[in-house]
């Protein structure tokens, strides 16, 4: 099975920055895209931003402009630069993969991991 380890999250002032990582284990399968959703108290989990295989990315209206998705040159450990955070950024975010597996395609999730924004 395809798994997802994150790290960086944590608390920061308004204004401050922070950066995600996932990296995914290696395995028999070809990673067609990475990225990660959100999903803050009450409301619907929700794209952040992802990157496909041939580097192409999008981005959530929300963070457009402030966040900036890469990946490494292995393309199984994705990154998330998180800039000019606000509070309404507060939320678990989630790394997602989907990949294709012995022909079979497939999405993977993490277990997520808290970002806090204070004001």
């Known amino acids: 099975q395809v798994q997802l380890v994150e790290s960086g999250g944590g608390l920061v002032q308004a204004g401050g920055s922070l950066r995600l990582s996932c990296a995914a284990s290696?395995?028999?399968?070809?990673?067609?895209?990475m990225g990660w959703h959100r999903q803050a108290p009450g409301k619907q989990r929700e794209l952040v931003a992802r990157i496909f295989g041939g580097g192409h990315t999008d981005y959530g209206d929300s963070v457009k402009g402030r966040f900036t998705i890469s990946r490494d040159n292995a393309e199984n450990t994705v990154y998330l630069q998180m800039n000019s955070l606000e509070p309404e950024d507060t939320a678990v975010y989630y790394c997602?993969?989907?990949?294709?597996?012995?022909?079979?395609?497939?999405?993977?999730w993490g277990q997520g991991t808290q970002v806090t924004v204070s004001s």
């Open positions: 997602n993969a989907d990949v294709t597996t012995w022909g079979i395609p497939r999405t993977a």
């Open positions: 290696r395995s028999a399968y070809t990673i067609n895209a």
